[in-house]
């Protein structure tokens, strides 16, 4: 702008920080993969010990006739199952600390977490639980 030789806003602070974020940014990603990939490794070995486990019925069914998609079915719900028992522990395990950090942020009135509701969690639990639903029938 004219008239103006210099502004002093602190670019080392903000670039450190910017750095500092993008740093946890890669670690949180880094780790959501490797959760993900552990959590279909999970469900693939619970359905093959399933099936292993039930391998003389799964012969009767098919000296009997049945399809394969009729045998795999059961599995394929197994593994939803699974998903959804999983969603269903790490919802109230992101919404009670949430909750627990809008109490503490409700008694200080310059915390950046009361802009935060837990109405706004809502879409993160549906997301959870079909995220859920869809690593259950890939493991499976």
Not at 86 to 99: E, S
Not at 102 to 124: C, E, F, G, H, R
């Amino acid at each position: 702008m004219p008239g103006v030789d210099g502004v002093v806003y602190g670019a080392e602070a903000i670039k450190k920080s910017f750095g500092l974020f993008r740093t946890f940014s890669t670690i949180f990603v880094v780790s959501a993969v490797l959760l993900l990939v552990s959590s279909v490794a999970l469900v693939v070995i619970a359905i093959r010990l399933a099936t292993v486990a039930r391998r003389r019925e799964v012969e009767v069914m098919k000296l009997v006739g049945a399809s394969n998609s009729f045998i795999r079915v059961p599995f394929l719900l197994e593994g939803v199952f699974q998903g959804l028992v999983g969603a269903a522990i790490a919802i109230p395990a992101v919404l009670f600390p949430l909750r627990t950090a809008m109490n503490s942020a409700a008694k200080d009135s310059s915390s950046v977490i009361q802009a935060v509701s837990l109405a706004d969690a809502a879409p993160t639990a549906i997301t959870l639980f079909v995220a859920a639903v869809v690593v259950g029938i890939a493991g499976s």
